[in-house]
């Protein structure tokens, strides 16, 4: 398996495009993104877990009961979400796509991301889809990935080539996310291509596995958004055998769609509102998968150790106090923390209690753009990982002014 370039287009069979409909102000943001696969696709998705749900999930649900879809439509710059007309206008949008591309608009994906509440016209994208089906590519990932963005400073693609019965597969992805992330899902579309043969049902099983691992383990602000989905369009063109069933060819499959969503889930922590690092904390030693997740997590949500990261303060005592709040019946005594980043690793707590270290060399290690948080609890097998970011000024700034 290996790291290829070519994000959602990376895959025989996609394409992809990205335009500015007018949906956002500044006319230079891209705010509309089409994917197409040449053929029919087996589909699976996953979606927040937030009681309030943008209009899109609920079309969405309905077109990709069949296990099938042929389209990914996406608009940024307006969640849809809490609109009177919401489900309408969430398969007007499905409809444009079969007006303009002839697939059929049960055929379609359909998802929005942006401001929540706000009145979404038609018009614009009615408008911009002679633009968006033209510029279609099999090379046109970036645009897409462009497209979706909203204060995501970067855009998020990714790729990977493995092989299955002696055919090469790929997988490849896009996403969106930086703000209004928590696990559970959050203010993310993930959206994800192969041209592997495999059911819906199989796809479906990978998919809701792999977020247990992956997009459920992230958390950036502890708000679990309206509008979250994470898509997968298989449609076959690899050539090799359909997977139907577990076995080798279902954990290759596995192991690709988690080393995609895993690198997604990397770029969406570290893109985070305001931040300037990526924290990584890995629990080892849990009694449990749940005991580890759940440890990793709760440091992961602490605001205070967010901050500390912030400032590149080693102060492991917010470590320790998020590890007690986690729910989890820890052993404190037995409790280990370092630091670890490009600059070297620094223990700075042993069996639960503070240990003598350099102070400049914990600094130094801190100020890297990527932070370790190593946990052994020393109690079992079992480990875990979570992502997040550090805690800035620049937060809050975006947030109190998010919809002007």
């Not at 696969?37 to 009681?51: G, H, I, M």
């Not at 790929?170 to 059911?199: C, E, Q, R, W, Y």
Request: glycine residues 10%.
């Amino acid at each position: 398996m290996k790291h290829i370039d070519g994000g959602v287009c990376a895959a025989k069979g996609f394409k992809a495009s990205g335009v500015h409909c007018g949906i956002r102000k500044h006319t230079t943001k891209k705010d509309l993104a089409l994917i197409v696969s040449d053929t029919e696709a087996a589909a699976a998705a996953v979606y927040t877990q937030n009681l309030v749900k943008g209009a899109p999930i609920y079309v969405t649900k309905e077109n990709i009961s069949d296990g099938r879809a042929r389209a990914v439509i996406c608009n940024s710059g307006n969640a849809n979400t809490c609109n009177a007309n919401g489900i309408e206008i969430a398969q007007q949008m499905c409809a444009l796509v079969e007006k303009h591309t002839g697939i059929d608009k049960k055929d379609v994906i359909v998802a929005s991301t942006g401001v929540i509440g706000q009145p979404l016209s038609i018009d614009p994208i009615a408008n911009g889809m002679d633009e968006l089906v033209d510029g279609l590519a099999y090379g046109n990932s970036s645009e897409a990935a462009k497209a979706i963005m909203t204060t995501d400073t970067v855009q998020k693609e990714t790729a990977v080539e493995f092989e299955i019965d002696g055919k090469k597969c790929v997988i490849g992805g896009i996403a969106k996310g930086s703000g209004m992330i928590h696990p559970n899902m959050a203010t993310m579309l993930v959206f994800v291509t192969t041209d592997t043969a495999i059911s819906s049902a199989m796809l479906q099983r990978a998919l809701s596995n792999d977020v247990k691992d992956s997009f459920n383990m992230i958390s950036v602000d502890g708000d679990t958004s309206t509008n979250d989905m994470v898509c997968v369009m298989a449609n076959g063109m690899a050539g090799n055998k359909e997977i139907t069933e577990e076995g080798e060819a279902f954990e290759t499959f596995k192991k690709a769609l988690s080393a995609v969503t895993v690198s997604l889930c990397r770029k969406i922590a570290g893109d985070g509102e305001g931040a300037t690092k990526l924290l990584e904390c890995t629990v080892s030693g849990a009694k449990s998968e749940k005991e580890a997740k759940n440890a990793a997590k709760s440091v992961i949500c602490s605001s205070l150790l967010k901050a500390a990261m912030f400032g590149a303060d080693a102060n492991w005592g917010r470590v320790l106090c998020a590890l007690g709040y986690s729910g989890e019946n820890l052993d404190v005594d037995k409790i280990d923390v370092s630091f670890k980043s490009d600059k070297g690793e620094i223990l700075v707590c042993e069996n639960g209690a503070g240990v003598d270290f350099s102070e400049e060399k914990a600094k130094e290690i801190l100020l890297e753009k990527e932070i370790q948080i190593l946990v052994g609890l020393n109690d079992g097998p079992y480990t875990a990982t979570a992502w997040g970011c550090d805690l800035t000024y620049d937060y809050v700034r975006i947030n109190g002014d998010y919809r002007s």
